[in-house]
């Protein structure tokens, strides 16, 4: 009979292949996301989006949630990870 050994969580998202969870109320964990506020470069209305900052400066293309055209977002952070600097630009 084999012996059974307690589940260790680390070893669970190893044998899936699973990303680690983010635990909320955690002190030294990182905030993996964060909600800002934008402006459309092309319709000109404000939408809240999340951006995630797990990795530090990020770049990347999303729609408007308001009029569907493709916006570039682009943010830097601070020494603390918090976001300090959003920009939107149309596209190319």
Sequence with gaps: M???RPIDPDSIDRLFGL???FEPGCEDAL???EI???QCPYCGERFDTVVDVS???FSYVEDCQVC???IELAGELDA???VVDVTAGRAS
């Design 55 to 57: 990795a530090g400066a």
């Design 2 to 4: 084999r012996s059974r």
């Design 36 to 38: 800002v506020t934008v």
């Design 68 to 70: 569907c055209q493709p």
């Design 31 to 33: 905030r993996p996301t």
């Design 19 to 21: 990303e680690p969870v």
């Design 80 to 82: 603390a990870g918090m």
